[in-house]
């Protein structure tokens, strides 16, 4: 099986082309969508702030570039239905470019590239990647991370050590826990190619210069040091309390009472503290419950952790079915690569990039940035069970010409 990128892509469109009419007509730009609110207050008044649609003031509850880029859409076509178009056909070429990459990484990473052919073929026939208009940005982070994993591949020269830092850079203010996925990939990509450790510390630098703008800006805007983003304890104590459900669409009850998009009581404390002290004062409720009500935390986590790797099918449909499958087969596809630099990569990414999302509501979405790292192993054991396949139908041909 042997594909060109080109016509990999057209696949990608193609696949998922039957979701177009749903979010241009269901979905909009509303309430609710704190990245939308941010890039509406960007476009109108020049200020990252506002993430809950009220006054709160600045903010870095978001990354800044998709925010950026939304209010350069909103600037430029308005609030109407060009915008949200313009965010949808966005949404799907970020998602159909991730094909083309499927089998480039998958030859990095196992030495071949039909697993990717094969990964390409599951995400064309099975529903597994939603497209998303209000979180079209889950899409582009996983195009992002795929994309920059793809470039940064082999020997890290003095000079690939500070073009990998800076894009590292980028990719980290679009989503700051990528960075549990870009590290272990130029660390596997040393040690693989026998290159010195000291080209790491000059990845980092680079990685750390292209942020420190926007680190200044937070500090100067919130009172203290903010390095990409500061929601984590609004998260947490949102997620863990007396009303909390696992599940963020099972969570209405706990986002009405605690979050500022719900609850104006919220927002107008959020505003008076300002936003900074506000999410500290969130993160310390939300320890201090955990402390007080560990079993129920426990529980909580648990719940989380399987919803991660094997969603809800009431919740998401048949791309929980989907997804679930794909954690089984790409467990078994990293058994049978065992011995690839794969298996050397995969492992410490798939233990550690999901460890804060065991801690708050989950989503099936938290899982796009690396769900490339179960369907390249999924591919490994589709190859395997095609060749067996062809092997046992040519020998059932072999046995009737006999």
Known sequence: MKLSPLALFFAGLLATAWQFPILSSREGLGRGMET??????????????NPFGVETGATAQQAPLYPAILATILKIAGEGTAAGTAIVLLAFLFHALQYPLLPILSDQLFHSRQ??????????????????????????????????????????AAQRSVAAGATAGLVLLLHPAAGA???????VSIWSSGQRWRKLPLFAAMAAAVCLPWTLRNTAELGDFVPIRDNFGLELQVS??????????????????????ENPSEAARMKSTGE?????????????????NTPKFL?????????????????????????????????????????????KYALPVL?????????????????????????????????????????????????FRA
């Open 276 to 292: 900074l002290p506000y999410f500290r004062e969130k993160g310390r409720e939300a320890w201090a419950w955990i402390g007080a």
């Open 181 to 187: 996925v870009l590290l272990p990939w130029f660390v």
């Open 299 to 343: 529980q909580l986590t648990a719940a989380r952790i399987r919803e991660f790797w094997l969603p809800d099918p009431a919740l998401n449909g048949s791309t929980a079915w989907s997804a679930s499958l794909l954690t089984l087969l790409s467990a078994a596809g990293l058994l049978i690569r065992r011995r690839s630099a794969g298996w």
């Open 115 to 156: 697993p990717g052919y094969w990964a390409c073929l599951w995400l064309a026939v099975i529903p597994t990647m939603k497209i998303y208009l209000a979180w079209a940005d889950a899409s582009l982070i996983a195009l992002a991370v795929m994309a920059w994993c793809a470039a940064f591949h082999g020997p890290a």
């Open 36 to 49: 939308v609110a941010i890039a509406r207050t960007l476009a109108q008044e020049g200020r990252f702030a």
């Open 240 to 261: 863990n309390n007396d009303l909390a459900a696992p599940q963020l669409l099972r969570n209405q009850a706990a986002q009405r009472a605690f979050h500022p998009n």
């Open 351 to 399: 233990l550690f990039f999901p460890l804060p999302y065991y801690l708050v509501q989950a989503d099936i979405r938290y899982r796009m940035p690396v769900l490339w790292l179960s369907l390249l192993p999924a591919g490994i054991v589709l190859e395997h069970s095609a060749c067996r396949i062809k092997v046992w139908l040519f020998g059932i041909r072999n046995s």
